[in-house]
């Protein structure tokens, strides 16, 4: 695998950026001009801008019957523009906790969540200051793990708690809202683990970043598992660090690399015998996707 430093991350987003803007004050849109709009986003910005515009287009399902409580009341807090609907794809329990999420062109929804934060994932700055200075001392991931070991030592199992999560939703019958509901891959609960915080699906193929691990997943058609499940690099987040600072921002690069960023929580990753040790910065970092 090749693996390299850039200084600018590159993005495929401009043409479905571009299609929203001539689109968008459109006071109805047929059957085709939707099918175009995926077809574009996820070509463009896998799906990222997609979601958001499904989220104002509106279509004739009663998803809110489905939704929890608080998701009903979070859509009276959106400003709909003026010629738009609001209506929910997704709420709990279908989603928890996700922090990223991608679309593939079949226009499936891939999210990234945690269960982890604040029980076995920490911020230096929120939740535990007093840990600031045996962190920025921090060389590698496994003075974290032992960092944390030491500290939780009369209550490991706490370190274990929760999972982080691959799930992908998916809407069969074209209603706008995704009832089917698979938990790809789990169990990612081991001491430096968490947040998963990007995804990334194209080709058949999901990339799932969760500390301290970029992951290569091949996603089954049906149901509630992948076919294999790959670590690609490994030695992401040195650092309890502060939150978002994570391993995120995955992308599909116009020369078929991928594009990704790990925050200020640093690295100190190995790769063919050769040592890429940043532990004390963010950064943008490209690699062939096998």
């Known amino acids: 695998m090749a693996f390299s430093f850039i200084d600018v991350l590159v993005q495929r987003l401009l043409g479905g950026f571009l299609w929203i803007l001539r689109h968008r004050q459109d006071k109805a849109l047929d059957q085709r001009s939707l099918v175009h709009g995926r077809s574009v986003l996820a070509e463009g910005m896998e799906g990222v801008f997609w979601v958001s515009w499904i989220a104002v287009v509106g279509f004739s399902t009663q998803a809110a019957e489905h939704a929890s409580v608080e998701a009903q009341q979070g859509m009276k807090q959106v400003e709909v523009p003026v010629g738009y609907e609001l ?89 706008g809202w995704f009832e089917v509901n698979d938990i790809l891959a ?22 799932f970043q969760c500390l301290p691990t970029l992951w290569r997943i091949e996603p089954s058609e049906s149901g509630n598992h992948a076919n294999d499940i790959e670590a690609l690099l490994d030695g992401f987040g040195v650092h309890v660090g502060v939150s978002g600072h994570d391993l995120h921002g995955i992308t599909w690069g116009p020369e078929g690399r991928l594009y990704f960023t790990i925050g200020d929580r640093g690295m100190h990753v190995t790769q063919q015998g050769f040592v890429h040790a940043y532990p004390d910065t963010g950064c943008v970092l490209r690699c062939e996707p096998d």
Request: glycine fraction near 8%; proline fraction near 5%.
């Open 186 to 207: 789990q169990e990612f609960r081991s001491i430096p683990t968490g947040p998963a915080a990007g995804v990334l699906a194209h080709r058949g193929q999901v990339w």
């Open 87 to 175: 209506q929910l794809a997704a709420a709990e329990p279908n989603v928890l906790n996700m922090i990223a999420l991608s679309v593939d062109v079949d226009g499936r929804i891939y999210l990234a969540e945690t269960d982890r934060y604040q029980d076995a994932v920490f911020d230096v700055v929120t939740l535990r200051p007093d840990w600031l200075p045996a962190d920025l001392s921090f060389r590698q991931v496994r003075d974290r793990t032992d960092f944390l070991k030491q500290q939780f030592r009369d209550d490991l199992g706490r370190l274990g708690r929760g999972s982080e999560r691959l799930r992908r939703l998916e809407d069969r019958d074209g209603d």
